[in-house]
């Protein structure tokens, strides 16, 4: 179980540095690491937990994992936002962009 | 609210009676409580079974969001490790109809959490929230899949 659970987290890390180069614009490079980084870390954790099987480090362990879960999104929402504000310019295919074109929220 | 209070204290006088103070006896106190509550009022008023509904709600919740994660995640890393681009991008606006910060702040990390949805800004009047997606075949269709799959549990689990 421990095993499976760490040869996931070895897998994704690389598929994550695959994918920042891959993709075409920095909004999809978002897109992939910030959930690379949630399932990977959440992967680590949870073998460590199953590793030891005590109770203060399976706490420890949860209570790390709920913290990752609830920031991840928050960075990563605010690095998106502020990429669109800057400026940033989205993939040439991207099919629409209703932000843009929405006076409620001006695009500088 | 009465009722909520009972179920807290009652298990004091429980300890009380069997003089016992110790933590697994007000458990099995509040047992016996529930059960004297369940007895003699509504279902949905007495503590354990509204913590035991609420705990059911969570662990849907995680379910739902473990299996979004995971096949979305299938999605990307096909995409990543496959020759060109099978992605369709936009940024789409999406009507929002939860109200309260709470909702939305999950809602939000809900969408960025699951691979492929980044949520970009949510409107100053927090009515519309802009989701920039990987795969948009259909402008509607995607719309209605956040509000029908992600709203709703998010709805369900703050209820």
Sequence with gaps: MTLVQLAIYLAVLPLLALG??????????????????????????????????EIGVTARALATIGFVVLTI???????????????????????????????????? | MSVFWGNIFLPLVWMALTGQFTF????????????????VHKPGEVNLLIYLARLGRWLRFSLFFLKELTVASLRVVNDILT?????????????LDLKSNLEITL???LVTLTPGSLCLEVSPERDVMFIHAMYVEDVEEFRRQIKEKMEYQVREVLR
């Design chain 2, 83 to 95: 020759k060109g681009h099978g992605m369709r991008p936009a940024v789409i606006a999406v009507p």
């Design chain 2, 107 to 109: 809602l939000a990390s």
């Design chain 2, 24 to 39: 697994a006896n007000y458990l099995i106190g509040f047992l016996i409580t529930s059960l004297a509550l369940w007895m």
């Design chain 1, 73 to 108: 999104p928050v960075a990563s929402h605010l690095l998106g936002r502020a990429s669109y504000l800057s400026g940033q310019p989205l993939w040439q295919q991207t099919s629409r962009d209703e932000w843009g074109g929405d006076e409620a929220a001006p695009r500088k």
């Design chain 1, 20 to 53: 920042i180069l891959r993709m075409p614009d920095i909004y999809m490079r978002m897109s992939c690491n910030a959930k690379a980084v949630t399932i990977g870390l959440g992967q680590l954790l949870l073998a460590l937990a199953l590793h030891f099987g």
